[in-house]
Nanobody, 122 residues
Framework: VQLQASGGGLVQAGDSLRLSCAAS????????MGWFRQAPGKEREFVAS????????YYADSVRGRFTLSRDNAKNTGYLQMNSLKPEDTAVYYC????????????????WGQGTEVTVSS
């Protein structure tokens, strides 16, 4: 599975962005999908994950209620809708694929996209 994240950009606080994660390979639908982010000078942190079926989305406390994770297996694409963005959401966002569901530790994820940068100005 190869992943490519896109959709990042520069926005103001309170704005919205939708990130996409395009996957190649028919096996994408068998993998659970996660999103992580890494801010400058900080470690990579878990943002959200969803089962291969699109069920049971799970979010980090910092984004719950503002971000929504979904996927369209017919299009081999996952989405991270980000609303009410805050300056602390500024980071490079990565999508990843995991054979198992429920991991918030990036070490468990098997495949990674290259990252897309999100900058939120105050």
């Amino acid at each position: 599975v190869q992943l490519q994240a896109s959709g990042g950009g520069l926005v103001q606080a309170g704005d919205s962005l939708r990130l996409s994660c395009a996957a190649s390979g028919r096996a994408f639908s068998r993998y659970n999908m996660g999103w992580f982010r890494q801010a400058p000078g900080k470690e990579r942190e878990f943002v959200a994950s969803v089962r291969w079926s699109g069920a049971s989305p799970y979010y980090a406390d910092s984004v719950r209620g503002r971000f929504t994770l979904s996927r369209d297996n017919a299009k081999n694409t996952g989405y991270l809708q980000m609303n009410s963005l805050k300056p602390e959401d500024t980071a490079v966002y990565y999508c990843a694929a995991d054979r198992d569901y429920g991991h918030t530790d990036s070490n468990y994820y098997d495949y990674w996209g290259q990252g897309t940068e999100v900058t939120v100005s105050s």
